[in-house]
């Protein structure tokens, strides 16, 4: 991996991770000004700050580097998003319902994309201190240990993850997909983080994972660390994934075909 200044840029990552995820972490709890985007989708003012924290962190560091941010979208060297440059995909609090409601489920993801590839991902929960990251290539590690996916071969003992869109009620499919894994699988449970989800993934806590109307910016950084852990990233299909272009479904590889097949019905 290419050096910048001398400092690695995955420890670059971790540490901006770190640094606004203890912002999210002091300010967890306290009355909080929320706002809404949509219907259902909420801001904080802790996602604000920290998106803030971040983007004054790359534009130091790296102000040759295009980023694109859940609230504040894509901006680079003459807010060009080129193909051939360096773009960190980030969200600045992935659970932002979560962390509005009090519930201790949300992270700080960031992704960092050359040539249209993921090459660093991290994926930081500053309630139990647990930081997730990946370099492609290099593998994938749960607070500098290695982490590999699950050995579970069968969908019927396996644990399984989704979440639901914010315009779920207007996704029928989705319905049916989720009674369909429900009726199949040992468990499946919904957090509301999916940067946090595909971790778990990563990390053998999931067997797998599925979910429709994702961003760029919940996907970036957990679907490489889903990769470097040893499990398969897809779409719905089985068709190579781009994290532009949801739904994604994310598994040990080892029950990757059977959630294909129960999303098929």
Same mark, same amino acid.
């Given at each position: 991996?290419? !050096? ?80 051939? !440059? ?13 962390? #509005? ?17 993921? !090459? ?108 470097? #852990? ?26 990757? !075909? ?8």
């Amino acid at each position: 991996m290419a !050096e910048v200044k001398g400092i690695r840029v995955l420890n670059f990552a971790i540490q901006t991770a770190r640094d606004a995820g203890r912002l999210l972490a002091e300010r967890f709890g306290r009355t909080l000004e929320v706002t809404n985007k949509g219907e259902l989708d909420l801001v904080t003012e802790s996602d604000l700050a920290s998106e803030r924290l971040i983007i004054e962190r790359i534009k130091t560091y790296h102000p040759r580097h295009a980023i694109l941010a859940e609230e504040s979208g894509a901006s680079g060297p003459a807010d060009r998003a080129g193909q051939d !440059e360096w773009r960190w995909i980030i969200d600045p609090l992935d659970g932002t319902t979560n962390y #509005a409601h009090g519930y201790p489920c949300f992270c700080v993801s960031i992704g960092l994309e050359h040539k249209g590839r993921i !090459e660093i991902g991290v994926v930081y929960d500053p309630l139990r201190d647990e930081l997730f990251s990946a370099e492609r290539g290099e593998g994938a590690s749960l607070n500098g240990r290695r982490i590999n996916v699950s050995p579970v071969d069968n969908l019927a003992g396996a644990l399984l993850c989704t979440g639901f869109p914010y315009d779920v009620r207007e996704r029928s499919e989705f319905a049916r997909h989720f009674a369909n894994f429900i009726m199949n699988a040992q468990g499946v449970r919904r957090d509301g983080a999916a940067a946090l989800d595909l971790a778990y993934v990563a990390c053998g806590r999931f067997d797998g994972f599925w979910e429709e109307g994702l961003k760029p910016w919940d996907v970036a950084a957990g679907s490489l660390l889903v990769e470097e #852990a040893g499990g398969r990233v897809s779409k719905y299909d089985g068709g190579a994934l781009s994290i532009y272009t949801p739904p994604i479904m994310a598994s040990n590889g080892l029950v990757h !075909e059977q959630m294909m097949r129960v999303l098929a019905v």
